[in-house]
């Protein structure tokens, strides 16, 4: 028999090995596939977004500016997860995902940075100052950890980071990179989808008009048509809308445009309602030391009720709450003003990890009330939003003054923990007008009336002014929805009222890519800093003494082989 000898066996080891590269390779042109080791499956991309990204029909580009040098750590580790993250995307979209990074702070030119830094802004990045500690002295540099995305001649911001209100800038950093997907997935969706669903803004009841409403209608119209509709009692006065949204309306219903807005929910219709309870306003404490809150009547407490909720004839009192500019002193002929928090003005934190939520910076209300769940059959309730755990209510009618700024909150008031400020409703509801009009109507086919509706979806927020925007008064200029002018702080209103519409509407399931939780294990800095002599002698010696012992195991065993 033909005996190989060891340079034959050691040649046809390595011709089979390299047929088996190059067979792999070849296999590999016509099969694609990626393997997700990690725990949590970070590198797996939801169902919405490889929906999405198989139906780009051009290229979606995108220009990132984070780029730079001196990168704080935090900051490049942003930058390295949004390069991966966009390196999945192109796997499944191929060539129509480009990316380029780019240093806004490039030029040594002062005139030119700041050139760079206001087109920027102006196309809608947001700005972070980022303190550095340089020689004993502390400076500021202003990054832009965002991106500008262009898809066939249209472009949109793509905020990256998402600061949250009261965060360590690790912690934003952290959940901003969690949402990494949705923001980048949901900025394509922007662009590429053509058929916009059309969301109606309900006026005729006093509800507020389109000055107080401007900057949500702007960024509203970046992913659906938006229209300002008046029932006024026509059946068909909601006929081809997709949402329904009711903000802040202070007059009565009329039952017709009840019926209409009931008859629109039963055919699969969504609505954003934002319902003040109470009436109360801060123009009138300008005026006298003391106003009232007074119940609202509208004619909508029996229909909310049908739904499975009842807004409360109450004024919720928070500890955690945005301030307002106080009177405290005076220097010469100069009045000195303190931010004093303002407790009718409760910040909301998100706890639950919804979608429409999660990662969500604090929501500013004013003059909010409280909401109570009732039982509803096939109807599943969601608390969104609610006050802190220091909390509590004034039933109606409500004393509200300024004196209440100069005493100390005591905590055995503030006794009542995460009431409910905004509640999702998701179900088949009842008819509020089951069993209660003629057969006339009820059997009208031009009416079409349902007495259950098909499975659809309502968010209510016991208050209007969650999506009013403040207004300059000698100019009519509108300020963003959120921006609170005394604190100059940009609350989380404007991403909530949107998550809440895309909730509502998209039909993909992209919104829920914003639950996703990835466990990002940082290292525990405290602990490294008390054992900083320990880890570093141990980083230094254990190497080599690992590799002294591998040679004295690899000495013994050639011993040992050699000297039998």
Same mark, same amino acid.
């Given at each position: 028999?033909?005996?190989?000898?060891?340079?034959q066996?050691?040649?046809?080891?390595?011709?089979?090995?390299?047929?088996?590269?190059?067979?792999?390779?070849?296999?590999?042109?016509?099969?694609?596939?990626?393997?997700?080791l990690?725990? =949590?499956?970070r590198?797996?991309?939801?169902?919405? #977004?490889?929906?999405?990204?198989?139906?780009?029909?051009?290229?979606? +580009?995108?220009?990132?500016?984070?780029?730079?040098?001196?990168?704080?750590?935090?900051?490049?580790?942003?930058?390295?997860?949004?390069k991966?993250?966009?390196?999945e995307?192109?796997?499944?979209? !191929?060539?129509?995902?480009?990316?380029?990074?780019?240093?806004?702070?490039?030029?040594?030119?002062?005139?030119?940075?700041y050139?760079?830094?206001?087109?920027?802004?102006?196309?809608?990045?947001?700005?972070?100052?980022?303190?550095?500690?340089?020689?004993?002295?502390?400076?500021?540099?202003?990054?832009?950890?965002?991106?500008?995305?262009?898809?066939?001649?249209?472009?949109?911001? &793509?905020?990256?980071?998402?600061?949250?209100?009261?965060?360590?800038?690790?912690?934003?950093?952290?959940?901003?990179?969690?949402?990494? =997907?949705?923001?980048?997935?949901?900025?394509?969706?922007?662009?590429?989808?053509?058929?916009?669903?059309?969301?109606?803004?309900?006026?005729?009841?006093?509800?507020?008009? =389109?000055?107080?409403?401007?900057?949500?209608?702007?960024?509203?119209?970046?992913?659906?048509?938006?229209?300002?509709?008046?029932?006024? !009692?026509?059946?068909?006065?909601?006929?081809?809308?997709?949402?329904?949204?009711?903000?802040?309306?202070?007059?009565?219903?009329?039952?017709?445009?009840?019926? &209409?807005?009931?008859?629109?929910?039963?055919?699969?219709?969504? *609505?954003?309602?934002?319902?003040?309870?109470?009436?109360?306003?801060?123009?009138?404490?300008?005026?006298?030391? &003391?106003?009232?809150?007074?119940?609202?009547?509208i004619?909508?407490?029996?229909?909310?009720?049908? +739904?499975?909720?009842?807004?409360?004839?109450?004024?919720?009192?928070?500890?955690?709450?945005?301030?307002?500019?106080?009177?405290?002193?005076?220097?010469? @002929?100069?009045?000195?003003?303190?931010?004093?928090?303002?407790?009718?003005?409760?910040?909301?934190?998100?706890?639950?990890?919804?979608?429409? *939520?999660?990662?969500?910076?604090?929501?500013?209300?004013?003059?909010?009330?409280? %909401?109570? #769940?009732?039982?509803s059959?096939?109807?599943?309730?969601?608390?969104?939003?609610t006050?802190s755990? +220091?909390?509590?209510?004034? @039933?109606?009618?409500?004393?509200?003054?300024?004196?209440?700024?100069?005493?100390?909150?005591?905590?055995?008031?503030?006794?009542?923990?995460?009431?409910?400020?905004?509640?999702?409703?998701?179900?088949?509801?009842?008819?509020?007008?089951k069993?209660?009009?003629?057969?006339?109507?009820?059997?009208?086919?031009a009416?079409?009336?349902?007495?259950?509706?098909?499975?659809?979806?309502? %968010?209510?927020?016991?208050?209007?002014?969650?999506?009013?925007?403040?207004?300059?008064?000698?100019?009519?200029?509108?300020?963003?929805?959120?921006?609170?002018r005394?604190?100059?702080?940009?609350?989380?209103?404007?991403?909530?009222?949107?998550?809440?519409?895309?909730?509502?509407?998209?039909?993909?399931?992209?919104?829920? *890519?914003?639950?996703?939780?990835?466990?990002?294990?940082?290292?525990?800095?405290?602990?490294?800093?008390?054992?900083? &002599?320990?880890?570093?002698?141990?980083?230094?010696?254990?190497?080599?003494?690992?590799?002294? #012992?591998? !040679?004295?195991?690899?000495?013994?065993?050639r011993?040992?082989?050699?000297?039998?």
């Amino acid at each position: 028999m033909f005996k190989r000898t060891h340079k034959q066996q050691t040649l046809f080891v390595l011709f089979v090995s390299i047929l088996l590269v190059i067979l792999i390779n070849v296999a590999g042109s016509f099969i694609f596939k990626r393997f997700d080791l990690t725990t =949590e499956k970070r590198y797996t991309l939801s169902d919405a #977004t490889i929906e999405l990204l198989k139906n780009l029909n051009d290229v979606a +580009y995108f220009k990132i500016y984070l780029e730079g040098d001196n990168l704080d750590a935090n900051y490049m580790r942003l930058r390295n997860e949004t390069k991966e993250m966009l390196d999945e995307f192109r796997a499944l979209a !191929g060539d129509n995902i480009q990316y380029e990074f780019i240093n806004p702070s490039e030029s040594s030119d002062k005139n030119e940075r700041y050139e760079t830094y206001r087109l920027l802004s102006k196309k809608g990045l947001m700005p972070a100052t980022v303190s550095e500690n340089e020689k004993d002295a502390v400076s500021q540099k202003i990054l832009f950890p965002g991106a500008i995305l262009t898809y066939q001649e249209r472009e949109t911001p &793509v905020q990256l980071l998402k600061p949250q209100l009261g965060y360590a800038e690790e912690v934003n950093i952290n959940s901003s990179i969690q949402s990494l =997907e949705y923001e980048i997935s949901n900025s394509i969706r922007k662009l590429f989808v053509r058929n916009k669903p059309r969301v109606a803004i309900l006026q005729g009841h006093g509800e507020l008009n =389109e000055i107080w409403l401007r900057d949500f209608i702007k960024s509203l119209e970046e992913y659906y048509e938006v229209s300002l509709n008046i029932i006024n !009692g026509n059946f068909k006065g909601l006929q081809n809308k997709d949402a329904l949204i009711i903000a802040q309306p202070d007059s009565m219903f009329s039952e017709k445009d009840k019926f &209409v807005i009931d008859q629109f929910i039963m055919h699969g219709g969504k *609505v954003l309602w934002m319902i003040d309870p109470i009436y109360a306003n801060m123009d009138s404490l300008r005026d006298k030391p &003391v106003m009232f809150g007074l119940p609202l009547e509208i004619n909508l407490d029996d229909q909310l009720f049908k +739904y499975g909720v009842r807004l409360n004839a109450n004024l919720a009192m928070d500890i955690q709450a945005a301030p307002i500019p106080m009177i405290t002193g005076s220097v010469g @002929n100069q009045n000195q003003r303190t931010l004093i928090p303002w407790y009718f003005f409760p910040l909301s934190f998100p706890l639950s990890k919804h979608p429409i *939520v999660n990662n969500l910076n604090a929501v500013k209300f004013d003059f909010v009330s409280t %909401i109570d #769940t009732v039982n509803s059959n096939n109807i599943k309730k969601t608390v969104l939003l609610t006050t802190s755990k +220091y909390s509590r209510t004034l @039933n109606s009618p409500v004393r509200i003054s300024l004196e209440v700024l100069k005493q100390e909150p005591q905590e055995k008031q503030y006794n009542k923990s995460f009431l409910p400020l905004s509640v999702l409703l998701e179900g088949q509801f009842e008819s509020l007008y089951k069993n209660r009009i003629p057969p006339a109507i009820a059997n009208d086919s031009a009416i079409d009336f349902k007495t259950k509706s098909v499975a659809t979806k309502m %968010i209510v927020i016991a208050d209007g002014d969650v999506c009013k925007n403040q207004v300059q008064k000698n100019t009519q200029n509108v300020y963003p929805l959120g921006y609170d002018r005394f604190s100059g702080q940009t609350f989380g209103n404007k991403n909530f009222l949107l998550n809440c519409m895309n909730y509502l509407l998209d039909n993909s399931g992209l919104i829920s *890519v914003r639950s996703r939780e990835l466990k990002l294990r940082l290292l525990d800095k405290q602990k490294i800093e008390n054992s900083r &002599v320990s880890l570093q002698v141990a980083s230094t010696t254990i190497p080599i003494l690992l590799i002294i #012992t591998l !040679g004295l195991v690899q000495f013994f065993l050639r011993k040992k082989k050699y000297n039998t």
